[in-house]
């Protein structure tokens, strides 16, 4: 490898080391999180939905910005804007501002597609699959450090010092970017879709309202009924405007070659599937017994970090596999693979689970669904023309926040739907109790999640191996 490799590679694997930890620092603490702005799991989604809603708008923005007027510069406006709202997240004085503060946020979500442009400007054809994955197993690494530390820091002082400790570091890779990665040339100056990102925005969001309130409505209410075909005619506007428009936020034109097209959709599979889990993973993890486990933040940090570790040395080996076996073979392999391990973890969580075996089977089904991201992005990438693939790539982000966004939403959802009592106390004989999710609405958001996958294995038919390795 030569020396440029290892540069670009450290500078950008720490940003996006960095912006991960402080995107999974938040999840141990969801719980506690909810109970002192006093929001139930439906509402409190949010806090996770709220980041991915904005990302999924700003992100093909953000990728034309930076077609337009240099990747770097662009990389250095957002990371300034992301430690400012950083800060702001820290110091929420109520759930609107954290909420606020948390959608200014999504725009570092955009950091790594525009990492992954970098790279595929600087590096060779041989060294950019290698690379591309180490970047993707940055996902492992940020979670491996934030969810014990960000959890330790999280119960013994609190939530806000735990994002407190990523300000001096967001400060120093704002410097590292500035003085050793070189400028990129603008290519291709357009017109922001406006129209497009408003559009796309308020479909769902109203959507994501819709589920949010369905418990509280019914989910075969009039009420989440209209909202939903409210949601749907304004995505049919959006449809019909991006055919139209001359440069459209999400261009169709894209979907008309499956080797870029399957990977957009995966994207947002993947994205609803990791986020549905995560979400119903701590709170399964720190529910009371007997439906959940009763563990601490910082317990539930423990536990989760070793199966971030996996992804540091599961996404790599996906990366080197891909030029041995192929796109397709890896991509509808670790897909099935994933729905059967997700259904036999919901069939398993209805029966007395302990936490070795949750985690044996959890460690299974994020290999392959690193697998599956890592494949999907070398893919895109491989396919994209140089002029064109940091707004290809926006849009992959865009298509991954959308199931981001509505990931933790059905969890939530689904937590607050199916309860069951618990016993608090007795007070003059009287029992006291609280409700809390069953394991029923676990179970359900597992068999959502391998549903939705199920679409993945279909898509990636579709896939031309030759093409794949014209466009590289």
Do not use: C
């Not at 620092?25 to 719980?31: M, Y």
């Not at 991915?52 to 510069?73: E, H, N, Q, V």
């Not at 933790?408 to 006291?432: C, D, H, R």
């Amino acid at each position: 490898m030569r020396r440029e490799f290892f540069k670009y590679l450290l500078i950008l694997a720490s940003i996006s080391i960095l912006t991960m930890y402080v995107e999974m620092v938040v999840l141990p603490s969801l719980p506690t999180i909810e109970s002192q702005f006093n929001v139930n799991e439906a509402e409190g989604s949010w806090i996770l939905s709220s980041e991915t809603l904005a990302g999924m708008a700003l992100a093909p923005f953000i990728g034309k910005l930076a077609d337009s007027y240099g990747r770097k510069k662009v990389l250095l406006f957002i990371l300034g804007i992301y430690t400012l709202s950083v800060m702001l997240t820290s110091i929420s004085p109520n759930y609107a501002i954290l909420i606020l503060s948390r959608s200014i946020q999504g725009l570092g979500l955009s950091i790594n597609p525009l990492a992954y442009t970098i790279l595929r400007e600087r590096l060779s054809r041989e060294e950019l699959p290698i690379a591309q994955g180490i970047i993707a197993s940055t996902f492992a690494v940020g979670a491996a450090i934030a969810i014990p530390i960000g959890s330790y820091i999280a119960e013994y002082y609190s939530w806000q010092t735990a994002y407190q400790t990523a300000i001096p570091l967001l400060l120093l890779v704002i410097f590292a970017v500035g003085k050793f990665i070189p400028p990129s040339n603008a290519v291709q100056k357009e017109n922001i879709d406006v129209i497009g990102i408003l559009l796309l925005s308020a479909g769902f969001l109203i959507m994501g309202v819709a589920f949010t309130e369905a418990p509280t409505w019914g989910w075969i209410s009039l009420p989440f009924f209209s909202s939903l075909a409210f949601s749907a005619s304004i995505l049919y506007f959006f449809s019909s405007h991006i055919s139209k428009a001359k440069h459209p936020i999400i261009d169709p034109y894209d979907f008309k070659n499956p080797n870029i097209a399957v990977p957009l959709l995966s994207s947002f599979v993947t994205g609803f599937s990791l986020f549905l889990t995560f979400q119903s993973l701590v709170f399964l993890f720190e529910l009371p017994k007997p439906v959940g486990y009763g563990m601490t933040i910082f317990q539930t940090g423990l536990t989760l970090a070793p199966i971030a570790l996996v992804l540091l040395f599961a996404g790599p080996f996906f990366g080197y596999m891909v030029n041995k076996v192929g796109y397709k073979r890896i991509i509808l392999s670790t897909s099935t693979l994933s729905v059967i391990s997700i259904l036999f973890l919901s069939f398993l969580i209805g029966g007395n689970i302990s936490v070795t075996e949750l985690m044996g089977v959890l460690i299974i089904i994020l290999i392959f669904v690193s697998g599956m991201n890592v494949t999907r992005v070398t893919l895109l990438l491989a396919s994209s023309s140089e002029e064109r693939m940091a707004t290809i790539t926006g849009t992959n982000t865009s298509m991954r926040l959308m199931g981001n966004t509505l990931g933790p939403v059905i969890a939530g959802s689904l937590e607050s739907t199916f309860k069951e009592p618990l016993l608090l106390f007795m007070y003059n004989s009287v029992p006291i109790f609280t409700f809390i999710p069953s394991r029923l609405a676990f179970q359900y958001s597992f068999i959502v999640s391998s549903i939705v996958t199920i679409s993945v294995i279909i898509m990636a038919t579709k896939i031309k191996e030759e093409r794949a390795i014209q466009g590289a």
